[in-house]
Every structure is written in structure tokens, then in C-alpha cells.
């Protein structure tokens, strides 16, 4: 069946540092999404992508979505304490089927 | 413009009890999807529900597990005679459409722990 896989499983990063989590995808998507969820919260959905080779910005975030629709990358800028959490990728590899997230990458910011 | 409701946040059950865990969805929504999240893991999709009907249940145990989503009320993931395995997070989610689609909508979660 269908994988998503996320790397690095963890990153500790300085305060003011960047951060990239990459997402990998067996089969070509249809979209994928991605969600942040703060420790001992619930997923919060961050944005969605569609197109091949598409890019979004969000303040200091920048998604970016494959030419091949098989992976995906969420870029932090600067970041900050107030990211600390856990990023989660999600595919869907056709319109009518279940979102398969990864495992996450969970970040740790160090003031 | 109240969020996904899930209740109750933390439930305990000895083996062999059932456990009943609701969610409402957010207004408007009639698309509702249930995850389990074991600890320093992903999401795992279990079963999806439009008002009355179960659309996909592709990753949902098949045995002692149901979920419903009835006319009126919230949708209910039952798990009948539970063990030890079965101490997760489950979250409940909401969508305006269909699966794969849509952005999702996530409650707070129900914490079972199973003793």
C-alpha cells in the first residue's frame, strides 16, 4: 500500500535557526497536506497542495510540492519557540481515498 | 464557530470493557474521519463517515471495532472488549468534503488507556 515517509524523525535546532522536514511518497499524490501538532495537542492543519512544482509561503513557512508529485518539503525560517511541535505530512494518491500521513518530524527549538 | 468536539478527553478501561469515544463534528461539516496516534507516531486512518453511512472503513480492525455516524448526534467509535494494545490517542476529524480532498478538522482527541 501506499507510504509516506518523513526524515528527520527529530531535530533540535537553535533559536533563530532554519528547519526543512522532507516528505516522501511511494506513489505519486494528488495532493498532500501538511499539520502541526504542539505536544499533548490535536493536529492543526497548516496548508494544501496541489499542483506540481508548486511553492507557498506562509510568514516564515515555505511549502513546496514536487515536479513529480512524490514529495514534498516545509522550510522554517528563523525559527522560533513558538514552533516547536511536530510536522506531519499527508498524501492522497487519488481524490476519494484516505489521507495517509508520516510519522512526523518533531522539532525542539532552543532558546 | 465551535470546533470538533470529542469526548470524553481521557477514558480508563479494564480488559474486556467497552469503550465508547464521541465526536461531534464542526458545524456545517458531514464528512467525519477517526485516526489512532500511538505515542511518537503517525496518524493512522481507521474509518470514514458521511451522516448514516460508512464510506470507507479500510483501516479499521476488523473485529471489535464499529463506528457510526448517526442522523441525529455525534459519531461514536466503539471498541468492544478492549486489551492493552488498543491504549492510544483517537482523534476524531471533520471536513466540508470528501476524503483526500479537503482540509481536515482536528478535535482534541480521546486518551484510552487501557489497564
Known amino acids: 500500500g501506499q507510504q509516506v515517509m518523513q526524515i528527520p524523525q527529530y531535530q533540535h535546532v537553535q533559536e533563530g535557526e532554519d528547519f526543512t522536514t522532507y516528505c516522501n511518497s511511494s506513489?505519486?499524490?494528488?495532493?498532500i497536506q501538511w499539520y502541526k501538532q504542539r505536544p499533548g495537542g490535536h493536529p492543526v492543519f497548516l496548508i494544501q497542495l496541489v499542483k506540481s512544482g508548486e511553492v507557498k509561503k506562509q510568514k516564515r513557512l515555505t511549502f513546496q510540492f514536487g515536479e513529480a508529485k512524490k514529495n514534498s518539503s516545509l522550510h522554517i525560517t528563523a525559527t522560533q519557540t513558538t514552533d516547536v511541535g511536530t510536522y506531519f505530512c499527508a498524501g492522497a494518491t487519488e481524490r476519494n481515498t484516505p489521507l495517509v500521513f508520516g510519522k512526523g518530524t518533531r522539532l525542539s527549538v532552543i532558546a | 464557530n465551535a470546533g470538533v468536539m470529542q469526548n470524553p478527553r481521557h477514558l480508563v478501561r479494564r480488559r474486556g470493557q467497552e469503550a465508547r469515544l464521541r465526536c461531534s463534528p464542526m458545524?456545517?461539516?458531514?464528512?467525519v474521519y477517526w485516526y489512532r496516534q500511538l505515542p511518537e507516531e503517525g496518524l493512522k486512518f481507521m474509518v470514514y463517515l458521511q451522516k448514516e453511512n460508512i464510506i470507507d472503513e479500510s483501516g479499521m480492525p476488523k473485529e471489535r471495532f464499529s463506528a457510526e455516524f448517526p442522523k441525529e448526534g455525534p459519531s461514536i467509535l466503539r471498541i468492544q472488549q478492549v486489551v492493552r494494545g488498543d491504549s492510544a490517542a483517537y482523534f476524531c476529524?471533520?471536513?466540508?468534503?470528501?476524503?483526500?480532498?479537503?482540509?481536515?478538522?482536528f478535535g482534541p482527541g480521546t486518551r484510552l488507556t487501557v489497564t
Open positions: 476529524a471533520s471536513s466540508p468534503g470528501g476524503q483526500g480532498r479537503y482540509e481536515q478538522y
Open positions: 506513489t505519486t499524490l494528488s495532493n
Open positions: 458545524k456545517g461539516h458531514s464528512h
